[in-house]
């Protein structure tokens, strides 16, 4: 169950039909949680992921790293494992 802060940070990861082919989107914008999860998961602070897409808040990572998490409980109700390619 998520609480309000939480459904006000998920309500930034949006999925607009046209934009990046369907994927989920950070307020809309041409910027995907997976780009910014990727330059944080790569080293990058939250510094530099916003001086890399300056469009970004700080309240935008929080969303990318709550929307990864529902992801991961979500597949791991589903019995479903993410693999290393």
């Known amino acids: 169950m998520t609480n309000q802060h939480e459904r006000e940070l998920l ?3 949006v999925v607009e039909q046209g934009k990046m082919g369907g994927k989920p989107l950070i307020r809309g914008r041409r910027i995907t949680p997976a780009m910014v ?3 944080m998961a790569g080293g990058a602070t939250r510094k530099q ?3 890399a ?3 970004l808040e700080e309240a935008d990572i ?3 790293l709550l929307y990864a998490a529902h ?3 979500q597949a791991s109700a ?3 494992a993410v693999l290393a390619e």
């Open 53 to 55: 897409y300056p469009a």
């Open 37 to 39: 999860l990727k330059m």
């Open 11 to 13: 309500a930034r990861i």
């Open 78 to 80: 589903d019995g479903a």
């Open 71 to 73: 992801l991961t409980e």
């Open 62 to 64: 929080d969303a990318c």
């Open 49 to 51: 992921v916003v001086e």
